[in-house]
């Protein structure tokens, strides 16, 4: 069953986020999604998150495909022109990759490449209008295709906004579900009480939220999310936690378990478990909560 039919059906959508490698050897890559075969919906491919040069989403959607495994791409505005977002586009179609993940992309100047040139030829929503000219047999320049995409289209939330930047997000998911999202990932979730003030907003069945369940690799990386990342809170309660548990690697894999049966008991379309390179803890996680 393809992820849009998930969606379709309500069924609780786990994903999946997988970092491609850093070079041309993507045995890991592989090793570690073949442990979660079967047991995910579907595996997220960053295009080269936090501006960090790696291979593209594209190249690991393709190869993960090759072995059987679903996977979402994400295109993204920093880095391609217009020619060249609808060319990636239309390969990953051909490819038979068919969920799509539209990103703005971060700061490249946090990257490992900070001079390098920023694109930004389109912006977010001239993007998602990409997305739907393609699927109705046109490209950008009104020109016919030789064979139309269909992709079931994503998008990314700040589920940590509040005041008016909370305002300014809902009104652009607005925008991007009219330009035909089906589904968001957000940014990682660990208040719930403030996260569900902000679900309350949305109508959910016009578009499902997937959450991102972060892996906490200690309360000093909780700790310093908390103090420096804007639109993240992490209730000092967590964090203590993880500080005094005997086991802290047994005790952030808790965290993440809790949160993800927690979002399930809210209704919540699915979640997205994001590892930060600890790929091969995912497995861990999935068994502490039982999926």
């Given amino acids: 069953m393809t992820l849009e039919k998930k969606i379709a059906s309500r069924k609780f ?14 045995t890991r890559l592989l090793e570690m999604a073949g442990r979660v075969k079967g047991r995910l919906d579907a595996l997220v491919i960053p295009e080269m998150g936090n501006a960090v040069m790696k291979a593209s989403s594209l190249g690991g959607c393709a190869f993960l495909k090759q072995h059987g495994l679903e996977t979402i791409l994400q295109v993204c505005c920093r880095d391609r022109n217009r020619l060249a977002l609808q060319a990636d586009i239309l390969s990953a179609a051909a490819l038979g990759v068919i969920d799509v993940m539209a990103v703005s992309g971060e700061d490249i100047r946090y990257g490992d490449h900070p001079q390098a040139r920023e694109v930004y030829d389109v912006d977010l929503m001239q993007l998602l209008e990409i997305l739907a000219r393609l699927q109705a047999g046109r490209d950008m320049a009104g020109i016919e295709l030789l064979g139309s995409p269909h992709f079931c289209v994503g998008a990314t939330l700040n589920a940590g906004a509040t005041g008016g930047a909370l305002d300014i997000e809902i009104e652009n998911l607005n925008q991007m579900m009219e330009a ?66 005997p086991d802290k690697l047994k005790q952030c894999i808790q965290i ?9 008991e809210m209704g919540t379309a699915g979640v997205m478990i994001a590892t930060a390179g600890w790929e091969d803890k995912l497995p861990l996680v999935l068994d502490a909560v039982r999926l």
Avoid: C, W
Avoid at 13 to 26: C, I, M, Q, R, S
Avoid at 256 to 264: F, H, R, S, T, W
């Fill in 180 to 245: 035909g999202v089906q589904f968001v990932v957000t940014t990682p979730v660990f208040d719930l009480h403030r996260f569900q003030q902000v679900i309350k907003r949305i109508d959910t069945t016009r578009v499902a939220v997937f959450p991102t369940v972060l892996l906490l690799k200690s309360a000093g990386m909780a700790r310093y999310m908390d103090r420096n990342i804007k639109h993240i809170s992490i209730p000092p309660e967590m964090i203590r936690g993880i500080q005094k548990a």
């Fill in 13 to 26: 959508v786990l994903l999946g986020e997988f970092e491609p490698p850093k070079g041309a050897d993507f």
């Fill in 256 to 264: 993440a378990a809790e949160l993800i049966e927690q979002l399930k």
